[in-house]
């Protein structure tokens, strides 16, 4: 036990490298076959999971069948030169009796030379003008 201990260490002696704990839509995702990686959560507690880009699609429907019924916000970023560009979507699932909905926030990580990613215009509606404007705004500039 005393030797589990040392090998797990602090953070700053394993490199910086900090263990996020899954949370409950990525254990969801988990335990139906969904791979994917938990990012630490964001400023206001929302979980945030990583993608890749060939599952996006599944992935989004899946969530979609698990109640998450709104696409709040799809944007992107740029994470500086020569690194990757993300795509993001914030989710939430919707419901009359909901005092605070669940959220959940996925990332796409893009390479630069190629920064495609699939249209979720068919599961969430509100997609179309975002998509667009992701478009238009960040990956038409580079």
């Known amino acids: 036990m005393a030797e589990e201990a040392k090998q797990e260490g602090t953070p700053e002696e394993q ?15 988990a335990e139906n076959g969904f791979e994917h990686e938990s990012l630490e959560k964001d400023h206001s507690g929302i979980e945030v999971l990583k993608v890749a880009r060939e599952f996006l699609l599944p992935f989004a429907t899946a969530l979609y069948a698990y109640g998450f019924n709104y696409l709040q916000c799809q944007a992107a970023y740029d994470t500086g030169p020569g ?23 996925l990332k ?31 990956w038409d500039c580079l």
């Open 83 to 105: 690194g990757d560009l993300v795509s993001t979507y914030h989710l939430i699932k919707l419901s009359d009796s909901a005092d605070r909905p669940d959220e959940v926030r």
């Open 15 to 29: 490199g910086d490298t900090k263990i996020v704990e899954a949370g409950k839509v990525s254990r969801w995702l």
């Open 108 to 138: 796409v990580f893009l390479p630069r030379e190629d920064p495609k990613v699939p249209s979720v215009y068919w599961i969430w509606k509100a997609a179309d003008w975002q998509e667009r404007e992701k478009f238009r705004y960040v």
